[in-house]
Nanobody, 121 residues
Framework: VQLQASGGGLVQAGDSLKLSCTTS????????IGWFRQAPGKVPEFVGG????????YYADSVKGRFTVSRDNDNNTAYLTMRSLKPEDTALYYC????WGAGEVFADPKLGQGTLVTVSS
């Protein structure tokens, strides 16, 4: 499914930000949604994921306790709520999908167009 991430911006350290991931395609509720980010000069890294059921959520250690993944199947949207942002969270954030996935592993993520999050110190 083709996804579009949005909601990025420039914030200060300690602020919060909520990213959205939407699609106009059907069967959104059949897909696990994963969030990845890519900082300048670095490879993309997994941030968090939510299973197609919404019952299981997984996070990278670097964001555990600060970031929350969620989904609203009625509106074909997934969210990444980010709190206590740090300058090292600065990156291009992407969302991807995995049909009937558990939300923990996205073997071949199609990252598409991301949304930029910049955290100033």
């Amino acid at each position: 499914v083709q996804l579009q991430a949005s909601g990025g911006g420039l914030v200060q350290a300690g602020d919060s930000l909520k990213l959205s991931c939407t699609t106009s395609e059907r069967n959104f509720n059949a897909y696990a949604i994963g969030w990845f980010r890519q900082a300048p000069g670095k490879v993309p890294e997994f941030v968090g994921g939510i299973s197609w059921t919404g019952n299981n959520k997984y996070y990278a250690d670097s964001v555990k306790g600060r970031f929350t993944v969620s989904r609203d199947n009625d509106n074909n949207t997934a969210y990444l709520t980010m709190r206590s942002l740090k300058p090292e969270d600065t990156a291009l954030y992407y969302c991807t999908s995995d049909l009937w996935g558990a939300g923990e592993v996205f073997a071949d993520p199609k990252l598409g167009q991301g949304t930029l999050v910049t955290v100033s110190s």
